[in-house]
């Protein structure tokens, strides 16, 4: 890779208007572009400063996945653009792409199945490698955690005293991914727990290695069920019901809970009260996706809900998600097989990019304890957060 240290005439392909345009803007970020330091670019292929000019992250991303660049730690280098806030002032914002975002819902039932197909279905041998051995695919709680395993076993711990889970309640988990959760909560506080997921090759691996006479897995859109809860979860996959949305799921899970139950919301979630999908998420990773912010996602839940509890440790995804990374790099040579380079590129950029985010305090890990605000509010929750 060719490197040029400080004060080094550039490269004829970096003095094009867009390079001039890129560079002087990441400079503000401190990235040079053939440096030697690890958040430095290296950039192959000067079609990249037009694509990020015209494309945004989009642009950035893809150019990531064919090659035009490369980055030692990309994570580091995409977290100065973000605390330097060149993601927000710099580049063309995807107008046309939030416009069809606010305008239409692109969470209907008919749709809520792609993110399924495109993203959880890809293939359980990933998962299985990147993910502990419950394959559970959400933030993970460090705090006296110093493995992976350790931090998805706390989390899921966190959300059964949280809800004060006793033996004998029936209790709903909405988005079951592998089962891990359910499984974990069926054997270790002795109930009884219905999943629902919409991917298939999740459905079929819950069924196939958790079975437990206390658990029920059903392939099926939230929006469809039915039934009595004591108590209700849902576990990274609100991410998926779109801000169109939000007052018929508060209301379809108020329903469903009885009149002192607990519902715990564990999302992700920004400070930021602009409703705005990152593109190339959206393409590449959680088709029709939206990360909720605080006022739609208290507009949503306000007429049904009262929120006893509110905890954010969006700094635990970063170390997840630094974690999934290791895991999957580790295994691409039992991978590549399936996967092809391009496939890697994509993952990499998806896993380092997201964990810069919550590192740059972009994003942030919700947990929401909710009762329901017609009722009285029951007795406190037991809640051992730390």
Request: net charge positive.
């Amino acid at each position: 890779m060719p490197q040029v240290s400080a004060g080094t005439k550039p490269p004829r392909e970096d003095r094009s208007p867009w390079a001039r345009y890129v560079l002087q803007r990441l400079q503000q970020a401190d990235i040079r572009p053939h440096g030697r330091r690890p958040w430095d670019w290296q950039v192959h292929d000067p079609r990249l400063y037009r694509q990020i000019v015209l494309r945004g992250n989009l642009g950035l991303g893809e150019a990531y996945m064919d090659d035009w660049f490369d980055c030692q730690q990309l994570d580091q280098s995409l977290e100065r653009i973000l605390r330097t806030h060149l993601d927000e002032n710099t580049f063309i914002p995807p107008l046309v792409f939030n416009l069809r975002n606010r305008l239409f819902n692109l969470q209907t039932r008919h749709r809520a199945w792609q993110v399924g197909r495109q993203h959880y279905d890809i293939g359980n041998d990933l998962y299985q490698i990147m993910l502990d051995e419950r394959m559970i695919y959400s933030c993970g709680y460090w705090k006296n955690a110093s493995t992976l395993a350790q931090a998805q076993e706390n989390k899921l711990r966190l959300v059964a005293e949280k809800l004060n889970l006793q033996p004998g309640m029936q209790v709903l988990d909405i988005g079951c991914g592998w089962g891990g959760a359910a499984d974990f909560m069926a054997r270790e506080y002795g109930v009884t727990v219905d999943g629902i997921t919409i991917s298939r090759q999740q459905y079929e691996w819950a069924r196939q290695h958790y079975q437990h006479p206390r658990l029920r897995y059903r392939l099926m859109d939230y929006r469809d069920l039915n039934g009595t809860y004591d108590a209700i979860y849902s576990i990274g996959m609100f991410e998926h019901v779109g801000p169109k949305n939000y007052v018929a799921f508060f209301r379809k899970v108020c329903g469903l809970l009885t009149a002192n139950g607990l519902f715990l919301l564990h999302t992700i979630g920004k400070a930021s009260p602009v409703l705005a999908a990152d593109p190339w998420i959206n393409r590449y990773i959680f088709p029709n996706g939206m990360i909720p912010t605080q006022k739609a996602l208290v507009q949503g839940l306000q007429a049904f809900f009262r929120i006893e509890d509110w905890h954010n440790f969006g700094p635990h995804y970063d170390r997840t998600l630094m974690q999934w990374h290791h895991n999957a790099e580790q295994a691409r040579w039992q991978l590549g097989k399936k996967y092809d380079r391009r496939f890697f590129r994509m993952w990499r950029y998806y896993l380092l990019s997201s964990a810069a985010s919550f590192r740059a305090r972009k994003l942030e890990l919700w947990q929401l304890l909710l009762s329901q605000a017609r009722h009285s509010p029951p007795q406190p929750p037991v809640i051992r957060a730390g």
